[in-house]
Structure formats: structure tokens, C-alpha cells
């Protein structure tokens, strides 16, 4: 078996989401939603630029680079919370610790970041 750190960001966010979602206690709509804003807030966290397209100008490759950083660092306070809670997570019975545990391990959490060093 493949380990997970070495597997692309995208995969290691899919098995992380996966992961979630078998913990979770969705059966209703309503945590339907509130795990869907929960894992949009990790798409974003993870989110990548991907470098400047060919034949895109650079305003643009700009523009997109500016609001996906904008997008990354809004999911990262929400990951943080007031009080270290992710309140839509724990609203589906998810521990806000097991979580950025979880992300830690698949190496999609900063292990310098201070809501895991001061733990």
C-alpha cells in the first residue's frame, strides 16, 4: 500500500474527506450541509494555483492567484475557529482535534501552525 503523504494533494485531500465522512453523522440534509461547507472549507485550504496557463495574461493569472490566496486564508481561520472549534464539522459529531490531527497526518495541516503546537 501506497503511503499517504506521498500521494498528490488531491488524493490525500479526497482520502481525508473520505475519512471524514465515515465518521460523520450525515443523515439528514441538514448535515448533508453542514459537511459540505466543511469539506468546501478544506478544498479551499488546499487549494493550489497551479502556475500561470499558457496563453493567459497576467493579470488574470494574478487576479486568480490573489483570490484563491483569499479563499486559502478564510479556510484556514475557519479551520481555527474562535475557540479551535470547526463548528459545522462538530454540528455532524467531528472532533475539531481529531481533525487537524487527521490533516496533520496527510501532511495538508502546516505542522509549525500554532493550533498544533500549542496542543
Known sequence: MIELTKMSKRVRVKA???RFRGQAMI????????????TQALNDL???????????????????KANIKAHRDSAMRYME??????????????DPDWIRSTLLHLNLWPSNHKSIRDK
Do not use: V, W
Open 81 to 94: 475557529g474562535e475557540a479551535g472549534d470547526i463548528i459545522h464539522a462538530q454540528l455532524c459529531g467531528l
Open 46 to 64: 488546499t487549494a493550489s494555483t497551479q502556475g500561470k496557463r499558457k496563453n493567459e495574461p497576467l493579470n488574470s493569472y494574478l487576479s486568480r
Open 27 to 38: 443523515d439528514t440534509p441538514e448535515g448533508n450541509l453542514m459537511f459540505a461547507i466543511f
Open 16 to 18: 481525508a474527506i473520505t
